[in-house]
């Protein structure tokens, strides 16, 4: 009889002691994974997203040229890119014409003439020196032609806005007639990882 009671003592044991083990392993699975979770959610949903970064270093865009030619009117719209200049004579060029400018370009047109119905002109390859602000606007645009190893303004614009992504300007210049030039300039922006 003492040997039974024994073994139920020893059994109700062991069942209180598998019933505490199954209890801390309840609350320390419970306390492990929806603490670390809720936590982590908080902290993502608090943190606000990068702002995206523009890409200088090049760009697309188009001019749109207007003129009245002999009674006739010249409506040309020519696609353009362009690369930013870092170094060179043309670089130097710019430098010197616009000391301030803080981005100096390459502008190469995909159709070197306009008013092709009327009076071809070439435009060609030209530059552009611009002044980004420290804020991310754009205070002052010029656009030269080069001729002969010089560069020689054909017209600016100030005041510009830029949304991180296009700069939009017009200008005038002669050439036979005045001409209003109006565009764009895209640049690519990306968001930083």
């Known amino acids: 009889m003492l040997a039974l009671l024994l073994a139920c003592e020893t059994g109700t044991m062991v069942v209180d002691n598998a019933e505490e083990a199954k209890d801390d392993t309840a609350i320390d699975d419970t306390d ?29 865009g188009y001019r749109h040229f207007y003129a009245e030619v002999w009674g006739y009117a010249c409506d040309t719209t ?32 995909l ?10 002109i070439e435009i060609g390859t030209s530059y552009r020196a611009i002044l980004f602000t420290e804020t991310g606007g754009v205070a002052t645009f010029y656009s030269y032609s080069e001729d ?29 007639v005045t001409f209003a030039v109006d565009g764009e300039m ?3 922006t990306s968001i930083p990882e």
């Open 148 to 176: 002969s190893g010089t560069v020689e303004i054909l017209g600016a614009d100030n005041g510009l806005e830029f949304d991180g992504e296009t700069v939009g300007f017009d200008y005038t210049f002669e050439y036979l």
């Open 32 to 60: 492990t994974g929806t603490g670390g979770d809720t936590a982590e959610g908080d902290d993502t949903a608090d943190s606000a997203p990068p702002e995206p970064v523009t890409d200088y270093s090049s760009y697309t």
């Open 78 to 109: 020519v696609e353009e890119t362009g690369t930013e200049l870092t170094e060179g004579g043309a670089y130097d060029a710019l430098a010197a014409e616009c000391p301030s400018c803080t981005n100096f370009y390459e502008n190469v047109p």
């Open 186 to 188: 895209y640049f690519s």
């Open 111 to 120: 159709d070197n003439t306009i008013c092709d119905d009327i009076y071809p």
